[in-house]
């Protein structure tokens, strides 16, 4: 948590009691110093504010939620180029840096923004980062931490919120330790000049709900592409030899690759009535490939047109009224269990009841919700190779605890 | 605003003298002339194995669907309003506001049967150029169902130029109420038959959708819709088609432009016109209405209030105007109202500017209804609609 100004009275940390807070970000020891020995002898980690942590990656993040116009209006979204809400997300910033740095946990800076700060916000900045396995350094904007400091009720309702949402994920470690079910993987360096690309279209692919992995060209194995249907290369400059013939490999066992037209010859034959406005369409082995004609522009284009490449028949999470959703799915080690965490960032569902289908075979689901200590049963409609989740009206967060 | 007037009243005022000038002494005051043809009414409780013998039943009550298909490329526009990713509740979309995918299947399978050489299905996705079968996954539909009912089936997305090297333009043969002629997907062109499968439904703008209304979603976005090209189409539909409703700008120049840009702009004036242009310049030879399950209160999901209903009826004909006649009775409307009647509260009567083109006429006296009689069939929309508003 990034100690708020406003908290200069070390009695401000009973308020930690039981809120899985365990590091403090201090701007200043100077002007806190009663604090810190405080918190230090209750075997709470002060930090300084910027000072790296040893173990911790920190990205810099958005606040997440619903971008909204210009005006700042609440009920004026801004738009994508059809219609659909932008959203500014952490999740997929969290599954990069996990992917760069392996082993390491994730932080998230992101300060609160006007006009979205209501409760909701704030646990959906805990909920947006931990959902994807990261957390976010829990900052409080001025008014909300004066009115905590002077234990005002409302401020301290909203606190119980954010707590509340932070000691939820703190009890669910194990969920972190799941492996993250994909459909497609994007591979690059994320680095250079490729970083914007590859970068948004992290994003954009996050915001379509489909299941990725990031795959980090230097770290590539031979497990990287393992039960994926699809990789998309965004790298400007096309692979070195190795990798290449890896991809290609598995393109002939049946994948697709999507890529840019920087691989030069291609094996393989155009696919017949194969007709796309963007990509010209080869059939390779068991597999294809789609080249992007011209190269890549648009990373919203890239993202969407890459579900209709590989086909929305194979996504593993359909959503019905998730209104602006975003989602993760991942499962046990075992795979006897599995967990779909969800983001509903518009808060505002009416009576709208979602639906989210699940590919795969379960016999049981549960939800979770902040406001309730226990699991919901869900109801569940069996098809052939998925289930049918029916969910009850929910506000910004819910996750489906599956047993397979 | 004009005297006394409100801006309700002027407007429609200004819509009465316009429809009244336009069609004073012309060619469109053809009521009493206008043709009729028979249309068959059936009870259908559900989608399995009922449906299929009801709607050969009803196309044999027709007179047979091989003198209408046989070895004749069909043309069918189904309906698949709004985004796959808005249910009524957790129902799926064919029992609430999209035409049933065993209605498609079914009806398909009966056209191959009946010697039908090629079966394209149309429809113009909300905002997209991918494929309809892609579209129809994320309904959670399987098109291999519908592909697989008959020999030679394909679906077309038209809401672009699609697989067609040009738009084909099509004139609207009575000279047209706001437009004169229209570019469209070749596939509207390219077919022997053309028909309109549609689902039974009331609609915000335009008071009832039935088989005419359910080509309004013929017209490409690309040149129609929200985010069309100015003096060309663009490559992909974006966005709606408020452009039709609302009338605030013109298609694309490479298409015709409206008749009379100084017309009114209010989507109750302009829809229904559209509707009866788009009629005229494709002409329905089969149309058939789908009510077995839907919803009341509007045409999907995104209009506050609407809800499930099982009427339990389809209808079939090969006017479309008929056809809609019939339906509106069948859900317990007058089909001769006007505006200001339920369901044309606020906009002008498809069925009366079709009947007034000389399209089909909407008399009841003047069609032959076969199979279960109206008053047998009917699920009372109007009667819902009244509790509503109360």
């Known amino acids: ?404 | 605003m004009h005297g006394n007037q409100t801006r309700r009243e002027w407007l429609l005022r200004t819509t009465s003298i316009a429809t009244g000038a336009c069609l004073a002494g012309s060619r469109l005051s053809g009521a009493a002339a206008a043709p009729t043809a028979p249309v068959a009414v059936a009870r259908c409780r559900g989608y399995d194995a009922e449906l299929l013998p009801v709607l050969s039943r009803m196309f044999d009550q027709l007179g047979g669907l091989g003198r209408i298909v046989k070895g004749k490329t069909v043309a069918i526009k189904i309906n698949l309003t709004g985004m796959p990713s808005y249910r009524v509740g957790y129902l799926p979309l064919g029992d609430t506001h999209y035409t049933n995918p065993q209605v498609i299947a079914a009806t398909v399978h009966l056209m191959g049967k009946a010697g039908a050489r090629r079966i394209r299905l149309l429809e113009s996705p909300w905002s997209t150029a991918d494929s309809v079968e892609e579209y129809l996954l994320q309904a959670d539909w399987e098109p291999r169902d519908i592909l697989s009912a008959a020999p030679n089936v394909e679906f077309e997305n038209t809401n672009w130029l699609g697989s067609g090297k040009k738009y084909s333009r099509l004139v609207v043969p009575f000279g047209g109420y706001i437009f004169p002629a229209f570019d469209l997907n070749h596939s509207y062109e390219d077919c022997d038959v053309f028909v309109s499968l549609a689902k039974m439904k009331e609609h915000a703008t335009a008071g009832i959708t039935l088989s005419m209304k359910n080509c309004f979603g013929i017209t490409p976005a690309t040149i129609y819709g929200n985010g069309a090209g100015i003096d060309e189409p663009s490559d992909v539909p974006k966005g709606g088609r408020i452009l039709i409703h609302m009338g605030y700008r013109q298609p694309s120049k490479s298409a015709p432009s409206e008749k009379d840009p100084a017309s009114p702009r209010q989507d109750g004036y302009r829809v229904p016109r559209v509707v009866v242009d788009l009629v005229s310049a494709r002409p329905i030879d089969l149309a058939i209405v789908e009510g077995v399950k839907t919803i009341t209160g509007g045409e999907g999901p995104w209009i506050r209030g609407v809800a499930p209903a099982n009427p339990g009826i389809i209808a079939a004909g090969t006017n479309p105007v008929t056809i809609d006649a019939v339906c509106m009775a069948l859900m317990g409307y007058d089909p001769l109202a006007d505006r200001g009647k339920p369901p044309f509260e606020t906009c002008d009567s498809t069925l009366r500017l079709a009947e007034d083109a000389g399209i089909g006429t909407r008399d009841l006296s003047r069609i032959e209804v076969v199979g279960t009689p109206v008053k047998e069939a009917v699920f009372d929309f109007a009667a819902i609609r009244r509790k509503r508003r109360l």
């Not at chain 1, 599954?95 to 646990?123: D, F, T």
């Not at chain 1, 993987?185 to 990725?212: C, K, P, W």
């Not at chain 1, 497990?223 to 790298?235: M, Q």
């Not at chain 1, 309730?372 to 869900?378: F, G, I, V």
């Open chain 1, 1 to 404: 948590m990034r100690w708020p100004f406003e908290w200069r009275d070390p009695s401000a940390l009973d308020l930690l009691t039981g809120a899985s807070i365990n590091c403090l970000l201090m701007e200043s020891d100077a002007e806190f110093g009663a604090v810190i020995a405080r918190a230090r002898q209750e075997g709470i980690n002060v930090v300084q504010a910027g000072t790296p942590t040893a173990g911790v990656t920190v990205v810099e993040g958005e606040w997440p939620g619903v971008k909204l116009t210009e005006s700042g209006a609440l009920d004026h979204a801004a738009a994508g180029p059809t219609g659909v809400p932008w959203i500014d997300s952490n999740g997929w910033k969290v599954r990069l840096a996990s992917a760069l740095n392996p082993g390491s946990q994730v932080w998230v800076i992101a300060a609160p923004r006007k006009p979205r700060l209501s409760a909701e916000s704030y646990v959906m900045a805990v909920a947006d980062a931990a959902a994807h396995g990261g957390r976010w350094i829990i900052s409080l904007d001025s008014q909300l931490a004066e009115g905590i400091a002077a234990r005002r009720p409302e401020a301290l309702e909203r606190w119980k919120k954010l707590t509340g949402a932070a000691g939820y994920f703190a009890a669910r470690k194990d969920w972190s330790g799941y492996v993250p079910e994909a459909v497609i993987g994007i591979i690059s360096d994320f680095t250079g000049r490729n970083e914007f690309m590859s970068h948004e279209i992290l994003n954009l692919v996050a915001r379509t709900n489909q299941q990725y992995r990031v795959i980090v060209k230097t770290a590539f194995s031979g497990s990287s592409l393992d039960g994926l249907r699809a990789v998309l290369y965004t790298d400007d400059e096309a692979p070195e030899p190795g990798l290449r013939k890896r991809i290609l490999k598995f393109v002939e066992a049946g994948g697709m690759l999507i890529t840019g037209p920087k691989w030069g010859d291609l094996p393989g034959a155009p696919v017949d009535g194969g007709q796309h406005p963007r990509y010209s369409l080869r059939a390779c082995g068991k597999g294809r490939l789609a080249v992007a004609r011209p190269d890549f522009e648009d990373p919203y284009i890239v993202a969407n047109d890459s579900i209709v490449l590989i086909s929305h028949r194979y996504e593993l999470l359909r959503f019905w009224n998730g209104g602006a959703v975003g989602s993760y799915f991942a499962m046990a080690p075992d795979r006897k269990r599995g967990v779909v965490q969800m983001l509903f960032y518009a808060f505002i569902l009416g009576d709208n009841r979602p639906t989210v289908r699940v590919a795969g075979q379960y016999k049981t689901a549960r939800l979770w919700t902040f406001d309730q200590p226990t699991p919901r049963n869900l109801e569940m409609e069996i098809q052939e190779d998925a289930v049918e989740l029916h969910l009850p009206p929910v506000r910004g967060y819910a996750a489906a605890e599956l047993e397979v």
